[in-house]
């Protein structure tokens, strides 16, 4: 077990990291326009919201840590290390629907994240990740998931979704 000081150090630090993620997204937010939409709430609201909410979070960790650390915390569950090829596999869905979602529309791309991150989650958890049929099975929930959310954005909400067509329906 780490000493006092070094785990009131590290508490420390994560509550501060906390703290300056929560005033850089405030920094951003003061460029979005505060036109207020739809309910008489502008495209900043969240991005607001969510700043204040860290910057609170990571003063109370800074707090909790500098009045005694976090209190009498158990040894954490789980391996060692962490595992890294699900990490992997996870992260490279999201990377690769941030890169292609502007260029194969966000149905496959969220699709394609959706098989990754799935593939990732079934190695961390240990089970067979179903070859081929279950690539096609991935495939089509993925598809089932993103192809109803855009639509429910583009034709009913009204929001801009980046498609695969012109037609608005892939």
Same mark, same amino acid.
């Given at each position: 077990?780490?000493?006092?000081?070094?785990?009131?150090?590290?508490?420390?630090?994560?509550?501060?990291?906390?703290?300056?993620?929560?005033?850089?997204?405030?920094?951003?937010a003061s460029s979005i326009?505060?036109?207020?939409?739809?309910?008489?709430?502008?495209?900043?609201?969240?991005?607001? &919201?969510?700043?204040? =909410? @860290?910057?609170?979070?990571? *003063?109370? %960790? #800074?707090?909790?840590?500098?009045?005694g650390g976090w209190r009498?915390?158990?040894?954490?569950?789980?391996?060692?290390?962490?595992?890294?090829p699900p990490l992997v596999?996870?992260?490279?869905?999201?990377?690769?629907?941030?890169?292609?979602?502007?260029?194969?529309?966000?149905?496959?791309?969220?699709?394609?994240?959706?098989?990754?991150?799935?593939?990732?989650?079934?190695?961390?958890?240990?089970?067979?990740?179903?070859? &081929?049929?279950?690539? =096609? @099975?991935?495939?089509?929930? *993925?598809? %089932? #998931?993103?192809?109803?959310?855009?639509?429910?954005?583009?034709?009913?909400?009204?929001?801009?979704?980046?498609?695969?067509?012109?037609?608005?329906?892939?």
């Open positions: 077990m780490p000493d006092i000081r070094s785990a009131q150090g590290s508490q420390t630090a994560i509550g501060a990291a906390t703290l300056v993620l929560g005033a850089l997204l405030a920094y951003g326009p505060s036109d207020a939409g739809y309910a008489g709430v502008g495209p900043n609201f969240l991005p607001w &919201l969510v700043s204040i =909410v @860290l910057m609170v979070c990571g *003063g109370w %960790l #800074i707090f909790e840590a500098r009045s009498r915390l158990e040894e954490p569950s789980g391996a060692a290390q962490g595992d890294w596999w996870v992260a490279a869905g999201v990377a690769a629907n941030a890169a292609l979602l502007t260029t194969i529309g966000f149905i496959l791309s969220c699709t394609l994240c959706f098989m990754l991150a799935v593939r990732g989650l079934r190695i961390a958890e240990a089970k067979a990740h179903g070859g &081929l049929r279950g690539l =096609v @099975l991935d495939f089509v929930t *993925g598809f %089932l #998931i993103a192809g109803p959310a855009y639509w429910l954005f583009t034709k009913l909400l009204g929001i801009n979704l980046p498609g695969l067509t012109g037609t608005g329906w892939l």
